[in-house]
């Protein structure tokens, strides 16, 4: 065992610069492993805990805007039979209001409390910090304020309902299952008893609200007790807006963030550890050539094969054990950087924690990784005579045929034998072709998460239309407000539209979005099969739900609203990320076979020119018709609102990406650069006696890797192009995303090309630099 | 005959392990342009250190080395890389082929060095593998599919393609049997005969008789010198006058 141990130490010093390349790949592997399983099993899950926490049940009801006759004896009739527990509170509730939140303002749903909202029974409320100093008027925020809304205690928040202003101070931050998040599109705001009196007094008639938080009973189907109820509901309520709201959607629009971020580092963890493992596959078998003489040394005076062989694994092993260490250790220094960014989705206060699992997965894989690399590739050893060994005698390359002769190339001497080299050195060429196209397609993805998400954002794949901003009336003043709205200056193209939720086959249903005519849309892009529905009997629905109950373009689908149904064509198939991907268009007189609109109040879509124009669009709507505005919003800034988030994953995505890359192809260039040069120490020799200069050979060797780079960087570029968007639409599916269609700058392709064959060929140059110490003369007599 | 290489003082000193080891000792000789010049020496004495400091490959600790009158010591590596593509032909003991590169390219790559036209290079290098017996047949083979005294004539076609001033020799028979050890040396003194200038480092009688100027190498120091004149095949008394001179040297 010492002489094993001794023999791993003098492998080890032999061969530093190699080891270091290796160890830094085996670091980055685990990194990225420890990375992701920290997202998957430590961010991931910590919505989930925190509903267990917070005794969240499995759901909530909440019914607005027609809660005549929804007492404790109407609940009892209504959920009684299919619930163990149920626990039911009043509160003020509003429908799509704007709200200031980060660089913007975001729509939600908005729940308002007193402070009777800290005692509920189960689905608790719980603050998470607060300052007991601050009195008056003040307000409780969900904590995702304090995460990405750039909120602190202390702060004014203003707020604004049904046309009137009101100022608080920020007394703290709570901690809410389903009322917490922008993604499950509700908060709830607790105010202190005499602000929420005086705007109960105020909007209490119009805005009074039921919440349910239930239990159900063992056997229950949760989505179809929704669908009944919901139902229910509206048979006795028509004109109400009711939701019921799983626990798990509410987790999982929490956990939409760590899930977008997990999934992308497993692409590029799966990328990555692809590359390094074909690296090391090569480096390994390097390591072995470069030390053949030292092999048929330690032969000849003895050594087993099993002993040299053993010495390999001990040192690999104990260098991936301790590359493991230093990636997971690293994992965990930037996962604070990932954590603010789960955090800022979730809302929920979260550390990052030591966990076993997620330290020990890479290491073990790692480990057992290189040491099966390690045996399959040290197996030539054994078979290795000493006589072979001492004179080197392993070829890897076969000279059998002149690809450039030199009488008949009509490159210049220096690319010649550049190429040359090229040819003679296939293999090499082969791993950094492969491994650049990846780098090329992870970066390419990276700028489309860039362009999509943070410099141009893709607003119709976030939201289903766009527009310049939205009002909403009460069915007393809502035709009189169209005129209003079609007489202001800067205002175009006005739809009403109004979202219901549609059941289907008493098992799914789909937010239903209904326009007063759908060819006014701006976002005809969201059908992406088919097209939009003209007639009163057609619906265009999401590709999600379609694909989920095997519908497509043609065939007919019956939806249920209250007490009425009615079977419709489908004319189209349409994508968002929003609602889990189930949503629907149809025009309003389709939906008139639903429901009569006569009481329903309206909401206006319109256009104008910029955040300015929406803003005073809507303060002259809320002068003119006061309390009859039930909700506004200025789409300009809500967009602002929603991206913040994107953004900063996008541009995270994008730096890492870049950085990973950038760092991949140095270490694979420097790993194969200077394994190259070794075996061709001796030609180099017998070149720079010729009368070659050093500055050629340098030019030479880092030239025959540029074909291979500057091919992969033409080719990946192209099919990165191509398949980005049908991979996205991959990734996405479960997102609702069909048919990617994002946008991919053809000049951000080039410039990652041109970018990515400039590192590497400055790199190539600056490695390729070890030539100039190889002196002829020592070479030439052996030393 | 004219002055092609003339040393002052030159030294070379290795540091082994902070031992310093003075390989060469003020060394001051001439080479004359037409010679074929032998160092010969025990194993040890410094020769291969002296051909390599006087083709400019390694650099002496000490001295001036003029080339036809310009002083070489005081080059850089490109420079001296520059000019040894310029003046000098280099034929090893291990001949040194490029395996990559096949008969002709490894001739070739030499010629390219200073003749930018490939055809005129190429016509070049095929007529030069011709006068040292290489048929076109083997042009296209690599160094690994040729003998031993093959890819030695290869060598010396190599060192020869760009007309150097000198060829540098050092021990190009020691890896080859009699047979084509001889027929390496033939080839050397044939070119000789049409005015080569040849320094070749040996150790072998056989191969030093075809020098017309012997100088011994002892103890990093010029120990004695010997004219011969020319080669004449079966010159009795040159083989006499050279053993002579060996025994007197300690041979």
Known sequence: MEKIKLLSRSNFRKNKGTCVGLFLLMMLASMMIGLVLLLFMDAYPTARKEAEKLDAGDGYIWIMNDIKGIDDEYVEELIGKETKDYYKYTCLGYDSISINFGDGTVSPQVLINNKSAFNKAFDRTEVIVEDENVTGKYIYLPYQFYTSGGYEIGDIYELELTGTKYSFTVKGFTDTTYFGCNNDGVYEFVLDDDSYDEIYAKDGEASDSVVIAFKLKEGEKLNSFRIKKLNDILKTNPMAIAVIYKLNDAINGRSFMSLVLATSFLTLTIIIVLV????????????????????????????????????????????????????????????????????????????????????????????????????????????????????????????????????????????????????????????????????????????????????????????????????????????????????????????????????????????????????????????????????????????????????????????????????????????????????????????????????????????????????????????????????????????????????????????????????????ILYLLIKAFVYNKRKDYGILKALGFTSNALIMQTALSFMPSIILAAIVFSFVSYYIANPYMAMVMRSFGLMKGNFHIPVQGVVIIGVSLVLVAYLFSILQSLRIKKIESYKMLIGE | MDTLIKTNKLCKTFSNGGQMQHVLKNIDLEIYEGDFTIIMGASGAGKSTLLYALSGMDKPTLGDIYFAGTEITKKNTDELASFRKENCGFVFQQVYLVDSMSVLDNVMAAGLLINKNRKEVAARAKEILKSVDIEENMWDKFPTQISGGEAQRVGIARALINDPRLVFADEPTGALNSKTGKDVLDTLTNFNNKGQSIVMVTHDITSARRGNRILYVKDGEIAGECILGKYVHGDEDRHRKLNDFLVSMGW
């Open chain 1, 276 to 667: 390094i493992t074909v690296m090391m596959t090569n480096s390994i078998s390097n390591f072995i050539k470069e030390n053949m003489q030292s092999i048929g040394a330690l032969k000849a005076i003895g050594y087993t094969s099993s002993a040299i062989r053993s010495s390999l694994y001990i040192m690999f092993a104990f260098m991936a054990l301790l590359a493991s260490i230093c990636g997971a250790g690293l994992s965990y220094a930037l996962m604070p950087i990932m954590a603010k960014i789960v955090v800022g989705q979730m809302g929920i206060p979260y550390t990052v924690c030591f966990n076993l699992i997620c330290s020990l997965i890479p290491a073990v894989v790692v480990v057992i990784y290189v040491l099966l690399v390690s045996f399959a590739t040290t197996g030539k050893v054994k078979k290795i005579e000493p006589i072979v060994a001492l004179r080197e005698g392993i070829e890897n390359h076969s000279f059998k045929k002149n690809h450039v002769r030199l009488d008949r190339s009509a490159f210049s001497l220096n690319v010649s034998l550049a190429l040359k080299n090229l040819f003679n050195y296939k293999k090499q060429n082969i791993i950094t072709f492969f491994v650049t196209g990846l780098l090329v397609f992870t970066c390419v993805m990276g700028l489309l998460m860039y362009e999509n998400f943070s410099r141009n954002p893709k607003v119709g794949i976030l939201t289903f239309e766009i527009c310049g901003g939205t009002v909403g009336f009460d069915s007393s003043v809502k035709e009189e407000a169209m005129e209003y709205l079609e007489n202001l200056d800067g205002v175009s193209n006005i739809r009403r539209m109004i979202s219901l939720t549609l059941n289907y086959n008493e098992e799914d249903s789909i937010r239903g979005y209904i326009f007063d005519d759908v060819s006014k849309m701006n976002n005809k892009e969201v059908c992406y099969k088919g097209r939009l529905p003209e007639f009163d009997n057609e619906v265009a629905v999401s590709g999600k739900f379609a694909s989920d109950h095997g519908l497509t373009v043609g065939d007919e689908v019956r939806f249920d609203y209250g007490n009425e149904s009615f079977t419709y064509l489908i004319t189209g198939l349409i994508q968002t990320c929003n609602n889990s991907g189930r949503e629907g268009v149809m025009n309003e007189s389709a939906a008139e076979h639903l429901i009569d609109f006569t009481d329903a109040p309206a909401y206006y879509w319109f256009d104008c020119d910029g955040r300015d124009a929406a803003a005073e669009i809507l303060d002259n709507c809320s002068e003119e018709y006061g309390d009859h505005v039930i909700s506004s919003m200025n789409f300009y800034d809500t967009l602002e609102g929603n991206l913040t988030t994107f953004r900063s994953i996008s541009a995270l995505m994008m730096i890492l990406l870049s950085i990973i890359s950038g760092i991949v192809i140095m270490i």
